[in-house]
């Protein structure tokens, strides 16, 4: 059986979480709301947040 979105999801997640995490260590506002349910959409309204990080690390 091939892999289905939520597992393709999940694995996702799983690789990206430590650096999640180390974001809302610094920024724990961000972290309000579905995380792992948001992967890959823009969301559940008509917005969503860009996150990223410049070369020093920083939000």
Not at 15 to 29: M, Q, S, T
Not at 48 to 59: N, P
């Amino acid at each position: 059986m091939g892999r289905t979105r939520v597992s393709v999801h999940r694995e996702a997640w799983a690789r990206l979480k430590p650096g999640y995490d180390a974001i809302l260590a610094k920024h724990p506002r961000i972290g309000r709301g579905p995380d792992l349910g948001h992967l890959g959409t823009l969301g559940t309204g008509n917005h969503f947040i860009e996150v990223c990080l410049d070369e020093a690390g920083h939000v």
